[in-house]
């Protein structure tokens, strides 16, 4: 599966790079539950989603993202280019205000209420950058339609901060971790697929009759694609909502 970087390539990289980069800030920031960064995160997303489709308007666009004087304005204005596709026009110039709302006016520290709206907030903010992003790899994709399809399916999975990622080394910082559940993390934590050397090594491991085995029992429970012939993971959805709960149960203990 190409890279939602890659994905995007018809776009600058001045915007391409800040667009993936303060991405997986939200979603790492969103599963740790730091709200204030996530809508900080979402804040800045929408200005570099209005400078890229201000850009396409335009036919040259800027080397870098910027804040329009007032959002609200700006992007009414966008409303009134009938040559965008419709989503451009219409649909994501209604949301950025609405996100930007969010993370402006309603302030991420409700202190008093009930419920809490700081959740509720977030997933909302999280949710709908999901839907933009993907909206931009359909209109902007280089690679192949299915590709495409992918990579927009995969924006709904979520980062997790049990990894620790340097320079494509990575490692699972809980200790106690199995081999099935630390396979399924470590796929989630890249937007592309991974081969059983990659996982090995990651894992430390050296036992790859072992592994296979492993791995051939999570493509049986349906979580992870396994192809023997090209030793090539994928991560399925079922593999990803199960990531989430992994989370979630060590955010508890």
């Not at 590709?147 to 990575?170: F, Y």
């Not at 349906?222 to 959805?237: M, W």
Request: hydrophobic residues 40%.
């Amino acid at each position: 599966m190409a890279e939602l970087k890659t994905l995007l390539g018809s776009l600058p990289s001045g915007l391409r790079t800040p667009l993936v980069i303060e991405y997986k800030k939200l979603t790492q920031n969103y599963m740790e539950h730091r709200w204030e960064p996530a809508e900080l995160s979402a804040g800045k997303i929408c200005e570099i989603v209005y400078s890229i489709i201000k850009g396409h308007i335009d036919g040259n666009y800027p080397a870098s993202p910027s804040k329009p004087r007032n959002m609200v304005n700006a992007c009414k204005q966008l409303e009134n280019e009938t040559s965008l596709p419709r989503s451009f026009q219409i649909l994501i110039p209604r949301m950025l205000p609405a996100l930007y709302e969010i993370r402006n006016n309603r302030g991420v520290g409700h202190v008093g209420s009930d419920v809490d709206a700081n959740t509720v907030d977030a997933t909302l903010m999280f949710t709908m950058v999901n839907w933009i992003l993907a909206e931009l790899v359909r209109v902007f994709h280089t690679g192949t339609l299915e590709e495409a399809q992918i990579a927009v399916d995969t924006l709904a999975q979520r980062s997790t901060p049990l990894v620790w990622d340097s320079k494509g080394l990575k490692k699972v910082l809980s200790p106690n971790m199995n081999l099935k559940d630390q396979i399924l993390l470590l796929s989630s934590s890249t937007d592309k697929d991974v081969s059983i050397e990659e996982l090995m090594g990651w894992t430390e491991s050296t036992n790859k009759t072992y592994y296979k085995k492993t791995l051939k029992i999570l493509h049986k429970e349906k979580l992870i694609h396994f192809d023997e012939n090209t030793g090539i993971v994928t991560l399925l959805p079922a593999g990803s909502n199960k990531v989430a709960s992994i989370v979630e149960q060590h955010a508890k203990t």
